[in-house]
Antibody
């Protein structure tokens, strides 16, 4: 069974940092591109970042470029999102998701990041 | 950036009725790169349709996708109680964007 489990969310002050993790199981992680998508409370979905299977292609939304860094460890079946210089508007549930069929075919349950003073 | 506009914002229907959801793109979208997701309250999104019209594994056949170019449609032929949720379209072109969502609520 495909499983994606996010962790690392929490409460952080503006300007602070957090590192999110996504543990993958039930599939061959190393052959799939992966993405992070976020959802602010009561709002819609916003794509954040994506990373190719060998980390050679990495993309970011303009809203997080220069502040967030996506990475992966295929040996550990893990995806990461390092978030620096956090802003109040980064408050959201962050989902990791698998890329397949040019869509996001499996999603984790999400981890909540709250940026507040 | 391609902007996706979903309409209506809210659709109030009864179980057994047909639902038609629209997704309009600001620029041409390759059909291969248009997907639909369902999100129930408190849950993560779930892929329903990819490549505009292909059902994902586990998607009931009452869900169908159609369209091309800039106009795409998700149709639910007969609403079941579990179908009342929010639906998002998504495109992948130069970047990945989602529409604002359509909430299908019980009338």
């Amino acid at each position: 069974e495909v499983q994606l489990v996010e962790s690392g969310g929490g409460l952080v002050k503006p300007g602070g940092s957090l590192r999110l993790s996504c543990a993958a199981s039930g599939f061959t992680f190393s052959i799939y591109s992966m993405d992070w998508v976020r959802q602010a409370p009561g709002k819609g979905l916003e794509w954040v970042s994506s990373i190719s299977i060998g980390s050679s292609h990495i993309y970011y939304a303009d809203s997080v470029k220069g502040r967030f860094t996506i990475s992966r460890d295929n040996a550990k079946n893990a995806l990461y999102l390092q978030m620096n210089s956090l802003r109040v508007e980064d408050t959201a549930v962050y989902y990791c998701a698998r890329w397949e069929h040019d869509a996001l075919d499996f999603w984790g349950q999400g981890t909540l990041v709250t940026v507040s003073s | 950036e391609i902007v996706l506009t979903q309409s209506p914002g809210t659709l109030s229907l009864s179980p057994g009725q047909r639902a038609t959801l629209s997704c309009r793109a600001s620029q041409y979208v390759t059909s291969s790169y248009l997907a639909w997701y369902q999100q129930r309250p408190g849950q993560a999104p779930r892929l329903l349709i990819y490549a505009a019209s292909r059902r994902a594994t586990g998607t009931p056949d009452r869900f169908s996708g159609s369209g091309s170019g800039t106009d795409f449609t998700l149709t639910i032929s007969r609403l079941e109680p579990e179908d009342f949720a929010v639906y998002y379209c998504q495109q992948y072109g130069t970047s990945l964007t989602f529409g604002g969502g359509t909430k299908v609520e019980i009338k």
